[in-house]
């Protein structure tokens, strides 16, 4: 972590640790919305402090500790959700870089966020910190109030809990757009033999409505249930616009849903090769707040 003895600038207090604030509270708790809360908060303690001689260390630990605060209510809201929970889109991954030279660093990916979601909240805080910003152990001993001994050992159990979850490599931006385009088609055409070549046998579909919007209560499993199931959805669309416009989700090609000019999903993918492996598919409206305008 970089060093500054400095106050945040007065035009932006934030400016020069906004993405990294962001990016850390993002990773933590899968929502652009609350983590732009815990930031704001974190520099309200941080303004309303006395004789803070590292600005960066100090904010990072006050969005830590006020992550780690929020997952724990978040535990019991998790426990009454409806139907599966998908983080909340993000369409400026940029803004949430890590900042640092990790393989983890740029990854924004349902998949690595589902595979963080899995840990508890101290292994997440811990292996982020470490892994993805390149946090010293001395430093997160500090932050999490455990030994550096003990933050070693909950970074090591995070790592190997995400290696067995590992998602997959990023796909080529071509072959990505590719299979998008193919799977779009194929949904819209009413195909459903076209679509289940498209898909790997194992391909998974997992859609967040929040109870707010029709989804699947579990994950739909296996490429002829999946294609069913898109081409199904489809056809409840009759007599109203359909628009598909692609669109970059947590930095990945997806696309976004307009019934009649609104807002209705965005759509991702996980791709293996030449196959979709799994679709990510948000409706809560909740979580399509910071989602682009129709254009």
């Known amino acids: 972590m970089s060093t500054s003895s400095s106050r945040p600038h007065d035009s ?8 990294r604030l962001l990016g850390l509270a993002y990773r933590m708790l899968g929502s652009r919305s609350d983590a732009e809360d815990v930031v704001q908060d974190a520099y309200l303690r941080f303004a309303g402090a006395q004789d803070v001689h590292n600005a960066e260390a100090f904010l990072v630990t006050a969005v830590t500790r006020l992550c780690l605060d929020r997952l724990k209510s978040a535990k019991a809201q998790r426990e009454i959700y409806i139907g599966p929970w998908l983080p909340e889109p993000v369409f400026d991954a940029e803004s949430l ?34 892994d993805v910003f ?43 757009a590719r299979l ?24 998974v579909a997992i859609t967040d409505g929040g109870g707010r919007k029709f989804a699947a209560r579990n994950p739909i499993v296996g490429k002829d249930k999946v294609a069913r199931f898109f081409v199904g959805i489809a056809g409840t669309t009759a007599g109203q616009e359909v628009r598909v416009e692609p669109a970059v ?13 609104e807002l209705d999903l965005t759509l991702s993918m996980a791709i293996d090769g030449e ?9 809560n409206p909740d979580k399509l707040r910071h989602a682009p305008r129709p254009s």
Not at 105 to 128: I, N, T
Not at 180 to 202: C, M, N, P, Q, Y
């Open 249 to 261: 989700i947590n930095g990945a090609i997806g696309a976004l849903l307009y019934l009649d000019d």
């Open 97 to 130: 870089s890590a900042d640092a030279a990790t393989e983890l660093a740029d990854d924004l990916s349902f998949a690595l966020l589902l595979a963080l979601d899995r840990l508890s909240p101290m292994e997440r805080a811990a292996f982020l910190l470490h």
């Open 180 to 203: 998008l385009r193919a799977f779009s088609e194929a949904v819209a055409s009413g195909d459903v033999s076209r679509l289940a070549e498209l898909l790997r046998e194992d391909a």
């Open 12 to 19: 932006d207090p934030l400016a020069p640790y906004r993405g």
């Open 134 to 176: 390149d946090t010293p152990f001395s430093e997160i001993a500090a932050m999490l109030d455990h030994s550096e001994a003990a933050c070693r050992q909950l970074a090591s159990r995070a790592r190997r809990a995400v290696r067995a979850n590992r998602p997959l490599p990023a796909a080529a931006p071509d072959n990505h």
């Open 275 to 283: 196959k979709i492996a799994a679709i990510y598919v948000v409706r």
